[in-house]
């Protein structure tokens, strides 16, 4: 389980670690491919965060995208958990990126 | 029937009577007020959405040293979480609404939010300001929208 306020930053932004504690990239390196790398899978609660700006969710996850990772190898490994009010839409954005991230790839390649 | 069982009949249909309008009363109004209270979270939506739209409009215009940046940052963040957690509230009860919502809710949040937002270095890009108006007047119609289709109460019991 990967409690994104508890083990990362109760206050996500950013892209790059020069944006500051809480960056897209760090969470990416430091949480999401250790996990994919390992085979195992993960769960990613995104409570208790003050939100999530789309720079930080598509650096997270469409980033893993343009490391080589697939939508559906991402999507197997990670499942969400999202019970505070309002947040449950963060999860549909992070398909999104996913999904954005895989055919912008695609329509390059 | 003697003269004392008709009066307490009576009395007691009295009562009966009384706490029955009073009960159907209660309800009623308890009814209404939740319709009010809708329409109070609509109005309160409404004004978070053009808030949280100048602001990004601001941000968007101004190059990344400018210091106000991190304070407007901070003030779109606390709306966008602030006006999902009242748009789900509102719409708990009616899931196709609730999503209807949410699609638009996440088109607004990535016109505001996406690229580089939060990115130290950027430079300004003034000219997100009209994908960010128009998603904008798109969220408040479907609010207002979604609003009109949820069944109306005309009672509540608890």
Avoid at chain 1, 9 to 23: A, C, L, M, T, V
Avoid at chain 1, 66 to 82: C, H, K, L, Y
Avoid at chain 2, 7 to 25: E, Y
Avoid at chain 2, 98 to 109: A, V, Y
């Amino acid at each position: 389980m990967i409690k994104i306020a508890k083990d990362f930053s109760e206050f996500p932004g950013g892209r790059y670690p020069k944006d500051g504690d809480g960056n897209g990239t760090d969470f990416r390196e430091n949480h999401l491919v250790p996990v994919l790398n390992s085979g195992e899978k993960a769960v990613i609660d995104l409570d208790g965060a003050q939100g999530y700006p789309s720079s930080f969710l598509e650096e997270a996850f469409g980033g893993l995208v343009r490391m080589g990772f697939t939508a559906e190898n991402i999507f197997d490994t990670f499942s969400f958990v999202a019970n505070d009010p309002g947040f449950k839409r963060f999860i549909d954005l992070i398909r999104q990126h996913i999904e954005r991230a895989t055919s912008q790839l695609e329509t390059a390649n | 029937m003697d003269f004392w069982q008709t009066v307490f009949a009576a009395g007691l249909g009295a009562f009966i009577a009384t706490m029955g309008k009073s009960w159907l009363t209660h309800i009623v109004g308890v009814a209404k007020l939740d319709e009010s209270l809708r329409d109070y979270d609509v109005g309160l939506a409404k004004k978070i959405i053009f808030e949280t739209r100048d602001l990004a409009v601001e941000y968007w215009q101004l190059e990344a040293d400018d210091e106000k940046l991190p304070v407007i940052d901070a003030a779109v963040d606390g709306r966008l979480t602030f006006l999902g957690q009242l748009l789900e509230r509102l719409f708990a009860a009616e899931t196709l609404l609730l999503r209807r919502i949410n699609l638009q809710l996440n088109k607004f949040h990535d016109a505001v939010t996406d690229g580089n937002f939060g990115v130290s270095g950027r430079t300004a890009e003034p000219n997100r300001a009209k994908r960010i108006e128009i998603e904008s007047f798109k969220l408040a119609h479907e609010t207002v929208v979604c609003r009109r289709k949820m069944p109306r109460k005309f009672f509540r019991i608890f």
